[in-house]
């Protein structure tokens, strides 16, 4: 009966050490719940080392042995909890800049907006001019904000915008003139139908800028519909970095 006690002990300490790893690579709780749940454990272990040391016949080396590894565990609790307390930090900070600095970088692609775009067309000058001014954003200092993924979005968009500045001439709605072509339905559809054209490939795709009659709403637009689809995952990227697209809990 005793030697299970101790087995059980030991056990109980080498979970609190598992727990803590396993919080400290990614744990599910919050850091408050955690370091609450392994505090409770941690005193769990130092009450059962209590109760055995009353016990005879045991010896006095197992309760020694046991009260060490409290010891440990109790140690081990507090640095992981002071530990997750600095990322937890660090983490809304990074957080409270990236709300600061992300409504900037998106702005500078408002001349793709499917709604009230600030201007009646877009020509490769206006891809110069917004990819200038994300390159200004990013290296005054909202590149050191970004994850890996909103980041690999931004250079997708970035350079996609370079090809585009250099092409002759752009397939582009005109507004108001093409306003009835262009909604959320309709750039999903010929999203859809330019799907067999590799449209998630930056290098390439073709920046013709030849319109013919015969072509349909995804050809006419075909190149306002690719770069309007970067700016849109881009954007998305960066609600994911912040989490605002999901509703308060």
Same mark, same amino acid.
């Given at each position: ?8 002990? @030991? ?14 690579? +990614?744990?599910?709780?919050? %850091? ?9 454990? %941690?005193? =769990?272990?130092? #009450?059962?080392?209590?109760? #055995? ?6 010896? @006095?080396?197992?309760? $020694? ?5 409290? $010891? @440990? ?7 992981? +909890? ?9 983490? !809304?900070?990074?957080?409270? =800049? ?6 900037? #970088? %998106? ?17 490769? &000058? ?13 290296? &005054? ?42 909604? %959320? ?16 490939? @930056? ?15 995804? !050809? ?30």
């Amino acid at each position: 009966m005793k030697l299970a006690r101790v087995s059980s002990l @030991v056990m109980l300490f080498l979970w609190i050490a598992l727990a803590c790893n396993r919080a400290a690579t +990614g744990q599910p709780l919050p %850091v408050a719940a955690e370091s609450r749940k392994n505090e409770l454990e %941690v005193r =769990k272990l130092e #009450l059962e080392v209590a109760a #055995l040391s009353d016990e005879k016949h045991v010896p @006095v080396w197992v309760t $020694g042995v046991l009260g060490f590894l409290g $010891g @440990v565990a109790g140690t081990v609790v507090t640095v992981w +909890g002071a530990r997750r307390a600095r990322i937890g930090a660090l983490d !809304q900070a990074v957080h409270e =800049k990236r709300i600061e600095s992300y409504a900037g #970088l %998106v702005t500078t692609s408002a001349p793709l907006a499917l709604c009230f775009p600030p201007g009646a067309s877009i020509c490769p &000058n206006d891809c110069r001019a917004m990819g200038e001014a994300m390159r200004a954003w990013y290296f &005054n200092g909202g590149g050191l904000l970004m994850s890996t993924a909103s980041r690999d979005a931004y250079f997708r968009l970035a350079r996609a915008l370079t090809r585009a500045w250099f092409a002759t001439e752009l397939r582009v709605p005109i507004f108001p003139d093409d306003a009835i072509h262009i909604s %959320v339905p309709a750039v999903d559809q010929y999203r859809r139908d330019l799907a067999g054209l590799d449209i998630d490939n @930056v290098e390439t795709w073709g920046f013709d800028g030849q319109v013919r009659e015969s072509d349909t709403g995804s !050809q006419r637009f075909r190149d306002f519909v690719f770069l309007q689809k970067l700016t849109s995952t881009l954007r998305t990227e960066l609600c994911t970095d912040l989490h605002s697209r999901r509703r308060p809990s």
